[in-house]
């Protein structure tokens, strides 16, 4: 293993000064950094590359930051599928495990071929509009249909493998992978699913039908959701950092995608144990 990308939350001072420390580890053991470009503006001297020519590059990438930035830097690695080490220099820090004072014995693990990875599942989405595709995406967490002002409620129709599910009534959908389970799926009622799971959340966004319910399904299914709302204002966002505004008979398909985001885990602790202390639970 030669080069290693450096992702980093560059708004915060405290990335900052861990990435340049960390150029220097890697340096002393005759590792090349590939620091991306945002990052490399606030590290003296330092040339930095585009994020998008890091992952074909990389043997590893690691991410200094919060949730929000090892997701944006997942869609980056995409199928490429490299290793990503998450450091949480965040606020919750789901998918960012790994604290700053265990980041080099984390990569020593790694680079000594002792490490977990977690395979997790991404999304593929496709907008069609008047049966063309406008565009396709991928989405870690979830691909969402909101709405933005004035607040009138959107309708949806939902199929599932060609089967229809139901018309959701309501300020949105969620169609989320397991890793998105915790994310603004859940914020909606939706349920927690283990990430080591194969399935697709729906999630619908205070719903004005009492029965419309979170439902889960294969992973294998295709889930079909047509805009059938002349609303104004709907918006197609994948992992809430991507936005796409839709129109009226729009629909937009998801299905898993065909590869995975490989995320190294501490060792030190699992799943539910981050459960329990990222939601408190058990507490007064």
């Not at 980041?103 to 002792?114: F, M, N, Q, V």
């Not at 999304?123 to 991928?138: K, T």
């Not at 959701?168 to 914020?187: C, H, Q, R």
């Amino acid at each position: 293993m030669k080069k290693i990308g450096i992702f980093a939350k560059v708004q915060d001072p405290r990335c900052r000064e861990v990435a340049c420390e960390l150029l220097s580890w890697l340096r002393d053991r005759g590792l090349t950094p590939l620091v991306e470009k945002r990052l490399s503006c606030y590290l003296e001297s330092e040339e930095g590359m585009e994020g998008g020519d890091i992952p074909s590059l990389a043997d590893l990438v690691v991410v200094l930051g919060g949730d929000g930035t090892l997701i944006s830097v997942a869609r980056l690695v995409g199928k490429r599928e490299v290793p990503i080490l998450g450091v949480n220099l965040g606020s919750l820090g789901f998918l960012t495990e790994i604290p700053v004072s265990g980041i080099y014995g984390a990569l020593e693990s790694y680079l000594s071929g002792d490490s977990t990875i977690s395979e997790r599942m991404m999304l593929s989405v496709v907008l069609l509009r008047d049966g063309v595709e406008i565009g396709a995406w991928e989405a870690l967490n979830d691909a969402v249909i909101n709405k933005g002002a004035p607040a009138k409620i959107v309708t949806m129709d939902a199929s599932v493998d060609g089967s229809f599910l139901a018309t959701f009534k309501a300020d949105g959908l969620i169609v989320s992978s397991p890793t998105g389970s915790t994310g603004y799926s859940l914020s909606a009622n939706g349920p927690i699913v283990d990430p080591a799971l194969d399935c697709l959340l729906i999630t619908p966004i205070c719903s004005h039908t009492l029965t419309n319910r979170p439902i889960v399904v294969g992973a294998d299914a295709e889930i079909t959701v047509t805009l059938d709302s002349r609303v104004e204002n709907v918006m197609l966002t994948l992992d809430g950092q991507v936005g796409i505004p839709l129109e009226y008979r729009d629909v937009i398909v998801v299905r898993r995608a065909e590869h995975h985001t490989r995320l190294i885990l501490s060792g030190d602790t699992d799943y539910y144990e981050v459960l329990r202390t990222k939601l408190k639970w058990g507490e007064r």
